[in-house]
């Protein structure tokens, strides 16, 4: 798994709304396999993440190169920095941890597992009968 | 290719199953059992989600929810895929051809809000037994989504050509469509085995309501193709700036 989709995660848990998100990671094997740089793609792709959430994560997984914010300029060495941990780092074991509820989901072979018990998932059937007899 | 019988799907069968557990028998561990064969018969992508994953601006981020073998994710170098499914087998598939997968359930995806600038969701929803289920999986699709986006949803037809090689009953919507795993396929005693998977089988129409009675669509466009209703619909909201460059 790489840090983009990290980005899009959240707990999802019932009842976990606040907090939830990023997940937090720990114990975590990493492996570089490199890919195409697209300078283009990268810089269109940008404005569609967390930044904050990405360097936190980032900082959490001991890549502390990027800037805390998003500089006005963009380089090409700027973005090839980025190519390489965004695109080309990858999780291959470890665990997403929540904030607020402490739920643990594993990274295994690369592929996180966010499949929920019944307790923990939500009942979206349910909510729909709720929500019509309100 | 002969006809292949189609069961319908009575209460004989389930009489004491809970939906959940219907869809755990008779969609994810038939999909986790038929795995690689299934996986080895869905290679050639269908042009009207090839034409649509081609449309997108570059840099578009967008879900495949119920990926499979993750025939999808690659097709557009110029935006980033992220699959989804239930089948923890068909996700190792996916991976294993440089794709990235999660494993999870489409009633509650692990996403965040308005995250992605597409979604996909192709021959899923109609393994989900009720009309509640189908109904919470559509709204989960468009919960990820951006608003303004698009989003792409097709599903099995009743109405079947007469180039099918199945042939429904035209008053019965849930129905078991078995998948044969040949003799020589079957390493395991080289026997034939036949798996029933469930599916809701959709009538003119229907997908649209389903769509409509979220309240944050629109409908774009709404077709028949190869035995398939299709939907693209755009969510509500107004665009994000940064979607057009």
């Known amino acids: 798994m790489r840090l983009v989709v990290h980005n899009m995660l959240q ?52 890549i502390t190169s990027l800037p805390q914010t998003l500089p006005e300029e963009i380089d090409e060495d700027f973005l090839k920095n980025l190519h390489r941990i965004l695109f080309e780092t990858h999780i291959m074991q470890g665990k997403m941890v929540c904030s607020n509820c402490s739920h643990e989901y594993p990274i295994k072979e690369g592929i996180p597992n966010m499949l929920l018990n019944e307790e923990e998932a939500e009942e979206e059937a349910e909510v729909e009968a709720e929500a019509e007899e309100d | 290719m002969s006809i292949t019988p189609i069961k ?84 190792e598939i996916s991976v294993s051809r440089g794709h990235e997968g999660i494993i999870c359930d489409a009633l509650n995806l692990p996403f965040r809000s308005e995250c992605f600038d597409f979604v996909i969701s192709i021959a899923v929803i109609h393994h989900f037994t009720t009309f509640e289920r189908r109904f919470a999986a559509i709204k989960e699709l468009f919960r990820i989504a951006r608003p303004g986006s698009y989003i792409l949803i097709y599903v099995w037809a009743l109405e079947q050509s007469n180039e099918a090689r199945r042939k429904f009953d ?76």
């Open chain 2, 8 to 91: 319908a799907f009575t209460e004989h069968d389930t009489v004491s199953l809970t939906d959940d557990k219907k869809e755990q028998k008779y969609v994810h561990d038939v999909y986790q059992a038929i795995a690689p064969h299934f996986s080895q018969t869905r290679y050639k992508p269908w042009p009207v989600v090839e034409q649509f994953l081609n449309s997108l601006d570059i840099g578009s981020i967008g879900a495949d929810i119920g990926c499979g073998n993750g025939k999808y994710l690659g097709i557009n170098k110029n935006i980033y895929m992220v699959g989804s499914d239930r089948s923890s087998k068909l996700i």
């Open chain 2, 170 to 245: 035209k008053e019965q919507q849930d129905v078991f469509v078995p998948w044969v795993i040949p003799a020589d396929k079957n390493n395991q005693d080289k026997k034939e085995i036949i798996y029933n998977r469930y599916y809701h089988l959709f009538k003119k129409g229907e997908l649209d309501e389903l769509i409509e009675s979220t309240g944050i669509a629109q409908i774009v466009k709404t077709d028949y193709d190869k035995d398939n209703w299709y939907v693209i619909a755009r969510k509500e909201g107004s665009e994000n700036e940064i979607d057009k460059k």
């Open chain 1, 11 to 62: 707990c999802h848990v019932k009842g976990c709304n606040s907090n939830n998100f990023p997940l937090r990671l720990f114990d975590v094997e990493l492996e570089i396999h490199e890919i195409e740089f697209n300078p283009q793609f990268l810089q269109s792709l940008l404005p569609k993440l967390d930044w904050n959430a990405f360097i936190s994560t980032a900082n959490q997984i001991g």
